[in-house]
């Protein structure tokens, strides 16, 4: 199964070419060579909330990705929304996600209880917010990659909940 994947970038400097967007480049790295996914969508937007809602909206409805990914603005700054925006778009929450996460990258850095990354269902999809440090990124999307294709059999409604 190619999974649909879409990636989102929040970053202010990144939407004006002012940063290299390399936390997007470890996301596709991983898509690509440990979940065996395609990337059917790619965007950099400012850290407004508008912007990431309109954007999560079109990877979920026109591209019809089976999973977004986002990087950046899931910390304490002012900027940081991305969460807020997810919040507003997504029908239910998938805690677990990102609890875990958090809790993986925890041994690492202390710093991992500082994100304020959600997971959730919009539609067929799943959202996951990730931190905006490629590094960041790396440690959290490995620590539920190896479930994610499970989940989004059951998301898309390709498997029932127990496999069947």
Same mark, same amino acid.
């Given at each position: 199964?190619?999974?649909?994947?879409?990636? /989102?970038?929040?970053?202010?400097?990144?939407?004006?070419?002012?940063?290299?967007?390399?936390?997007?480049? *470890?996301?596709?790295?991983?898509?690509?060579?440990?979940?065996?996914?395609?990337? *059917?969508?790619?965007?950099?937007?400012?850290?407004?909330?508008?912007?990431?809602?309109?954007?999560?909206?079109?990877?979920?409805?026109?591209?019809?990705?089976?999973? *977004?990914?986002?990087?950046?603005?899931?910390?304490?700054?002012?900027?940081?929304?991305?969460?807020?925006?997810?919040?507003?778009?997504?029908?239910?929450?998938?805690?677990?996600?990102?609890?875990?996460?958090?809790?993986?990258?925890?041994?690492?850095?202390?710093?991992?209880?500082?994100?304020?990354? *959600?997971?959730?269902?919009?539609?067929?999809?799943?959202?996951?917010?990730?931190?905006?440090?490629?590094?960041?990124?790396?440690?959290?999307?490995?620590?539920?990659?190896?479930? /994610?294709?499970?989940? /989004?059999?059951?998301?898309?409604?390709?498997?029932?909940?127990?496999?069947?």
């Amino acid at each position: 199964m190619r999974w649909k994947v879409a990636i /989102l970038t929040a970053s202010d400097k990144g939407s004006r070419g002012e940063r290299e967007d390399t936390s997007a480049q *470890v996301i596709r790295e991983l898509v690509e060579e440990e979940l065996g996914g395609n990337i *059917v969508d790619y965007r950099i937007v400012p850290d407004e909330q508008d912007e990431i809602m309109a954007a999560l909206i079109e990877m979920t409805g026109y591209y019809e990705a089976d999973l *977004v990914l986002t990087t950046g603005g899931t910390g304490l700054g002012p900027r940081d929304i991305t969460p807020e925006a997810t919040l507003k778009v997504i029908e239910r929450e998938v805690p677990g996600i990102s609890e875990t996460m958090r809790s993986s990258t925890m041994s690492r850095t202390r710093r991992a209880m500082l994100s304020r990354g *959600v997971s959730g269902i919009r539609g067929r999809t799943l959202i996951i917010n990730l931190p905006g440090n490629p590094k960041g990124v790396h440690e959290c999307l490995m620590a539920v990659i190896d479930q /994610l294709p499970h989940a /989004l059999a059951i998301v898309s409604g390709r498997e029932g909940e127990h496999g069947a």
